[in-house]
């Protein structure tokens, strides 16, 4: 088989698939002002906010692209049209899976094979938001992987701005170096 057959039968034997809807103009006002909301609240959360008080916590100081009492309507309506049609953005999973304690395992074990996941790579590692490092040491202390490789550059980061800090990669403990 060639290589697209390849990963095309693996994406569809492994992955989850999901369709999305787009925000209509009559839901939100298309601007660049919106986009620097969206930004500003997908930051937000990639820091662990978790509902309305969190993000009114963290917002202070942040270019909110817009003036804070408007950002916080808009996220409260963000929220609910999130909630009513069914989308969700990538912070979204990531507190889910903290939330429910959800570990990456093997789909199917063969009768050989535990259900443990063998290897688990999680590349720019020194990019990891706060959320995500919860989630990477849940997983890790879960007994669920049996290797974990981490690759990054402390020297490298560059998203501060939604929590990512070098030192999750400087003082996370590794077997070897």
Same mark, same amino acid.
């Given at each position: 088989? *060639? /290589?697209?057959?390849?990963?095309? &039968?693996?994406? &569809?034997? &492994?992955?989850?698939?999901?369709?999305?809807?787009? %925000?209509? &103009?009559?839901?939100?006002? $298309?601007?660049?002002? *919106?986009?620097?909301?969206?930004? !500003?609240?997908?930051?937000?959360?990639?820091? #662990?906010?978790?509902?309305?008080?969190?993000?009114?916590?963290?917002?202070?100081?942040?270019?909110? #692209?817009?003036?804070? %009492?408007?950002?916080?309507?808009?996220?409260?309506?963000?929220?609910?049209?999130?909630?009513?049609?069914?989308?969700?953005?990538?912070?979204?999973?990531?507190?889910?899976?903290?939330?429910?304690? +959800?570990?990456?395992?093997?789909?199917? !074990?063969?009768?050989?094979?535990? /259900?443990?996941?063998?290897? +688990?790579? $999680?590349?720019?590692?020194?990019? +990891?938001? %706060?959320?995500?490092?919860?989630?990477?040491?849940?997983?890790? @202390?879960? *007994?669920?992987?049996?290797? $974990?490789?981490? !690759?990054?550059?402390?020297?490298?980061? $560059?998203? #501060?701005?939604?929590?990512?800090?070098? @030192?999750? +990669?400087?003082?996370?403990? !590794? /077997?070897?170096?």
């Amino acid at each position: 088989k *060639g /290589d697209e057959e390849i990963f095309r &039968e693996f994406f &569809e034997e &492994e992955m989850s698939w999901y369709s999305f809807t787009t %925000p209509s &103009e009559e839901d939100f006002e $298309i601007s660049s002002s *919106g986009a620097k909301m969206v930004k !500003a609240y997908n930051d937000i959360r990639a820091l #662990g906010a978790q509902n309305i008080g969190d993000v009114a916590e963290l917002s202070h100081g942040r270019d909110l #692209g817009c003036p804070r %009492p408007d950002f916080l309507e808009f996220v409260a309506r963000w929220t609910i049209w999130k909630r009513e049609t069914g989308n969700r953005q990538h912070n979204d999973y990531i507190a889910y899976v903290r939330k429910h304690g +959800l570990v990456p395992r093997r789909l199917v !074990a063969d009768e050989e094979e535990s /259900d443990r996941l063998k290897v +688990l790579v $999680i590349d720019e590692f020194q990019d +990891l938001s %706060p959320l995500q490092y919860e989630v990477y040491t849940m997983w890790r @202390d879960s *007994g669920s992987i049996d290797r $974990i490789i981490i !690759a990054g550059d402390a020297a490298q980061s $560059i998203y #501060g701005f939604n929590g990512a800090n070098p @030192d999750y +990669l400087v003082r996370t403990h !590794a /077997d070897e170096t």
